[in-house]
């Protein structure tokens, strides 16, 4: 069992950044292929940036198109977390904002919510125009 916990959410104006983080539990974080995911009110859930799990050559990232040069994921597996750095915010991308891991995956494979074995809570980050 995994455990994911998210935190960095807040209030900040468009072409503002914020960090979030997303810190999970085990012993085996490398492992884990992990995502960040999005909702907004009355939309469904929607892809954002993933990371593959760590193999012999490092890792893998994939972005949806519209935060593609705005936003970064990284990992950390010696502090089990991984990073959504995001620049340049638009109102658009306020949404509560969630990360999600499965172990083994690739980092395309993880934009498929449904395969996603573990999820966070989630943090809110709101853009003000």
């Known amino acids: 069992q995994v455990q994911l916990v998210e935190s960095g959410g807040g209030l900040v104006q468009a072409g503002g950044s914020l960090r979030l983080s997303c810190a999970a539990s085990g012993r085996t974080f490398s492992t884990y292929a992990m995502a960040w995911f999005r909702q907004a009110p009355g939309k469904e859930r929607e892809f954002v940036a993933a990371v593959s799990w760590t193999g012999m050559t490092g890792s893998n990232t994939y972005y949806q198109d519209s935060v593609t040069g705005r936003f970064t994921i990284s990992r950390d597996n010696a502090k089990n977390t991984v990073y959504l750095q995001m620049n340049s915010l638009k109102p658009e991308d306020t949404a509560v904002y969630y990360c999600?891991?499965?172990?083994?995956?690739?980092?395309?494979?993880?934009?498929?919510?449904?395969?996603?074995?573990?999820w966070g809570q989630g943090t809110q980050v709101t853009v003000s125009s």
């Open positions: 999600a891991a499965r172990q083994w995956s690739t980092a395309p494979a993880m934009s498929v919510p449904d395969r996603n074995e573990y």
